[in-house]
């Protein structure tokens, strides 16, 4: 038997940083990127960000590509969103770290308080030290 723990922290942004994920809406996008998550076979642990990005930590599973999952979640979270009425597009692209035991609950704690974080910084500066 296998056992693996493949952390991630991936990060990516609305289309020209529009802000699309407005609050109203915020529960059902993260909702349907967790379902996307898990239909992947992979494990949602935690999801936030502001109106124009997304921080997310998840368990990946190894017989999926980290390009694959992102393809999916990207682009069908924006299909069916917009099916339901919400407009949302994402930028092309985005950024991931792998992250060890050790650093788990700092950036499990990081992108819970994101909203918090981005009082202080740019979505520009954080997205660029990343």
């Known amino acids: 038997m296998s056992l693996h723990k ?9 289309k020209d940083r529009i802000p699309y994920i407005k609050a109203e809406h915020e529960r059902e996008i993260y909702k349907c990127i967790t379902d996307l998550v898990e239909i992947n076979n992979c494990t949602y642990i935690v999801g936030n960000g502001t109106e124009d990005h997304v921080h997310l930590l998840i368990n990946l599973n190894v017989n999926i590509s980290l390009s694959e999952l992102m393809k999916s979640i990207k682009g069908k979270s924006s299909y069916e969103l917009k099916n339901k009425g919400i407009d949302l597009n994402w930028n092309k692209g985005y950024g991931a770290n792998s992250i060890g035991k050790l650093e788990f609950e700092q950036v499990k704690n990081y992108i819970l308080k994101q909203k918090e974080h981005h009082d202080n910084k740019s979505t520009k500066i954080e997205y660029e030290e990343f």
Request: hydrophobic share 55%; net charge positive; glycine share 0%.
């Open 6 to 14: 493949v952390y991630v922290h991936i990060v990516w942004r609305t």
